[in-house]
């Protein structure tokens, strides 16, 4: 007998999601595993993730409707302004060319984005799904194969056992594993960058401002956090640098690092230091070429992969999460199966074209602004100045922000699913 109806490979952002989302609109009504090649825990301290990530409002909303938020709120930075500079590694100056203010523009004044610790989105992420009856812990195991039957599809777990449900879920990240076994192919290159993380503390507070530097080897984001429990202001610095220079710079001690990370910093919050550790990762942008086959639904990373240069990964994934429950949800209300094909192919049209749109977006914005070439800083002067001056256009960058344009499933309204 079929023990599960669905198993998402892969716990974390949005496996731990979806596995939540399921259990609450359906209950008892869904079979829901989960398993990870990882044990559990293992991207939930900042020294295995120190990464911090810009929550959109959907997001938020929708990790409200999870009852994720409440205890993550207390580490939430709310961002009161934007800043973007463009200017070359060396210049003493570094003018702002762009500002916008993420707030709401209904009069509530309300954020559209809070910096939210990676490390303390996943401990509450796995919390609140070991705490749900539906689900429990992942099982630490990987898929290494499948096979499908007519109804239903059966997995090839390491150490030989197999595992049959109604649905798999490939949430197993860049390096998708199912999706391999699945013979889905990806487009995708890699952009020969490093993204580097890391925390600094200043002497002075960021007053909720996030400010994105474009440097010709990449872009510098300087992402505001709460203060940490003794006082100390803190932001948390996402950096993008050609992969041989990057190596050069991870290679360096703290006091060199740190001398990098003040050339680039802008030198507006006092004197820095560091408040965490560094890690780095290779920056690849990638799309499946399908993100289902029968009985198999990609979510996250492994149905896309894009530049963090506008900080929209987890958002992507969360989205994904958000119309996949919805779309698994009202077919199963209908009395479908829960890998229905009319199911797979709602949630892959509703998700295919939005995640190919963003993906490009992020591209073109790392290509324009990642390099020193004096025409394209005066064109990227001249788009940034009269974006600047437009208000129509600074609503929109608010709204893309805020994760609120297009179709949004219910959980991105806030609403159960
Ligand atoms: C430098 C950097 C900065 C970023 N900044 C931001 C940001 O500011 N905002 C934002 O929205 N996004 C950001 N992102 C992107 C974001 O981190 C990712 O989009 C997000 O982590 C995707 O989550 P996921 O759950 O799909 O995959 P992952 O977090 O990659 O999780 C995959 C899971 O699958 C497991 N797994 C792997 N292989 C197997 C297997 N064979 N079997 C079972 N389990 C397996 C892994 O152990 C892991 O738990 C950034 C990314 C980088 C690299």
């Not at 892969?10 to 829901?32: H, I, K, M, N, Y």
């Not at 989960?34 to 993730?49: E, F, I, W």
Request: aromatic fraction near 6%.
């Amino acid at each position: 007998m079929r023990q599960h109806d669905i198993i998402i490979a892969g716990a974390s952002f949005a496996g731990l999601a979806l596995a939540r989302g399921l259990s609450q609109a359906l209950g008892r009504d869904v079979r829901v595993a989960l398993l990870d090649s990882a044990p559990a825990g293992h991207g939930a301290d900042a020294a295995s993730d120190p990464r911090a990530s810009a929550v959109s409002a959907s997001s938020r909303r929708m990790l409200e409707a999870l009852g994720v938020w409440a205890s993550i709120a207390d580490a939430a930075q709310p961002v009161s302004r934007v800043e973007i500079t463009d200017s070359s590694l060396d210049a003493g100056i570094r003018p702002v060319l762009l500002t916008y203010e993420p707030v709401a523009d209904d009069g509530s004044g309300e954020p559209v984005m809070h910096i939210v610790p990676n490390a303390r989105l996943m401990a509450a992420l796995e919390r609140v799904t070991a705490g749900d009856p539906v689900i429990g812990r992942p099982v630490v195991t990987e898929v290494s194969g499948f096979e499908r039957a007519p109804s239903s599809i059966a997995a090839l777990l390491a150490g030989g056992a197999r595992v049959e449900a109604s649905l798999w879920v490939a949430a197993d990240g860049r390096r998708s594993r199912l999706r391999e076994a699945a013979g889905i192919g990806t487009v995708g290159w890699s952009y020969g960058q490093t993204g580097i993380v890391t925390t600094v503390a200043h002497e002075l507070p960021h007053e909720g401002r996030a400010v994105q530097h474009f440097l010709p080897a990449g872009p510098f984001a300087i992402l505001p956090l709460t203060a940490s429990h003794e006082g100390t202001h803190r932001s948390c610095i996402t950096w993008s640098e050609t992969a041989a220079n990057a190596s050069a710079i991870m290679a360096l001690d703290d006091a060199g690092f740190l001398d990098e990370v003040d050339h680039r910093f802008g030198g507006r919050l006092g004197v820095l230091k560091l408040a965490g550790g560094r890690k780095c990762w290779p920056l690849e942008v990638h799309l499946s070429r399908a993100y289902t086959v029968p009985r198999l639904a990609l979510i996250g990373d492994a149905a896309h992969g894009v530049h963090p240069i506008a900080g929209q990964g987890l958002n992507l994934a969360l989205r994904d999460v958000a119309a996949l429950v919805e779309c698994v949800a009202d077919g199963v209300r209908l009395g479908l199966d829960f890998a229905d094909a009319t199911i797979l192919e709602r949630y892959a049209r509703w998700r295919r074209f939005d995640s190919a749109v963003s993906a490009a977006a992020f591209d073109s914005l790392n290509r324009v602004f990642s390099n020193d070439w004096q025409l394209a800083r005066s064109a990227r002067e001249a788009g940034l100045g009269l974006v600047d001056r437009v208000p129509q256009l600074k609503r929109w960058l608010v709204a893309e922000a805020a994760g609120l344009t297009g179709v949004l499933p219910r959980l991105l309204r806030g609403l159960p699913a």
